[in-house]
């Protein structure tokens, strides 16, 4: 049986997905640095959540100095960076699996970084409407923002799960290779 074609095949679907991968992973931190920026020099910056009747603003640009928005979309854009991160690791997966690298231990070391930024993204989603108050309230700018920061309880303890699931399942593989 002639299994060349075969893994020829399986190579250059590799090459294509790995291609693909890499493609998103870039747009991926693109999308991250431009929504950063539009944070820091758009208009139409507010600090806002979603409602019964639509979206409720808190605040808007107008109701910040330069100073305190730059610190609050620092905060808030701490889990952008960390999609950031995860992105790159992802990018850098993508050209591990083009070289036909798949569960090496780079490749193992790359997916544990990508947890790594997931678990981080988890922990500033739960932390971050805490230190906006905070910040906020000691600079005598005060929003009623003190129970919005339990609506990013939920997805930032999700996101922190599915990390340390996710490292449960790495250091498996990497316990088998």
């Known amino acids: 049986m002639n299994t060349e074609p075969n893994a020829l095949l399986i190579g250059l679907r590799l090459k294509r997905w790995s291609l693909a991968l890499g493609v998103l ?13 539009a ?17 409720f603003v808190l605040m808007t640009a107008e109701d910040f100095t330069d100073s305190q928005r730059l610190t609050i979309v620092t905060v808030l854009s701490a889990t952008q960076w960390c999609w950031f991160w995860m992105m790159l690791q992802v990018w850098l997966i993508s050209r591990c699996c083009s070289r036909g690298e798949i569960l090496t231990p780079r490749s193992v070391t790359l997916l544990r970084r990508f947890a790594g930024g997931l678990f981080a993204m988890g922990v500033f989603e739960i932390i971050q409407y805490p230190i906006i ?45």
């Open 25 to 37: 992973a870039l747009l991926g931190m693109v999308v991250v640095v431009l929504s950063v920026v």
């Open 39 to 55: 944070a820091l020099t758009s208009d139409d910056f507010a600090l806002a959540y979603p409602g019964d009747d639509g979206e």
């Open 133 to 177: 108050d905070a910040y906020l309230q000691a600079q005598g700018n005060g929003a009623p923002i003190r129970d919005l920061w339990a609506a990013c309880l939920g997805s930032g303890m999700l996101e922190s799960f599915m990390a340390g699931v996710l490292v449960v399942i790495i250091s498996t593989i990497f316990k088998l290779s």
